[in-house]
């Protein structure tokens, strides 16, 4: 099996994917995955594509992640590895990731802070004398 790359974005984010056949290993920016994300809620979000499709220990993954949170970056990360799985065997993958939502792009981004406020929607205070 050659290697397989695939990209994922969430807000400011950016995961590039490089999946090929192995032991099951996340390296990400060459570090292993229990190193890069301390958290085991977004440990779990990285491996959800790859336990629902039982794939866990059938590939060795290599990342490279850039830009935004730490939350954003397990999301964009997750899409990622969904896409991945896709081009590995679209018929078997496809369906289930579909129906968990892991191949949608969550394009919620920050709105902007505009001139004359404190914040995107927040206004100054109003007093009537």
Request: hydrophobic letters at 35%; glycine letters at 8%; a positive charge.
């Amino acid at each position: 099996m050659e290697v397989i790359n695939a990209l994922g974005r969430r807000k400011s984010a950016v995961a590039r994917v490089y999946m090929n056949a192995g032991k099951g290993n996340i390296t990400i920016n060459e570090r292993p995955l229990e190193d890069y994300f301390k958290e085991e809620s977004l440990r779990y979000i990285v491996r959800q594509p790859l336990t629902v499709t039982g794939t866990l220990s059938n590939f060795d993954i290599k990342v490279n992640l850039d830009g935004g949170g730490i939350k954003g970056q397990a999301e964009a990360l997750r899409l990622a590895i969904s896409r991945a799985l896709c081009e590995v065997d679209k018929e078997a993958y496809r369906p289930v990731l579909k129906s968990n939502g892991f191949l949608t792009r969550d394009a919620r981004e920050v709105e902007r802070k505009k001139p004359g406020q404190p914040g995107a929607r927040r206004r100054f205070q109003f007093s009537k004398r």
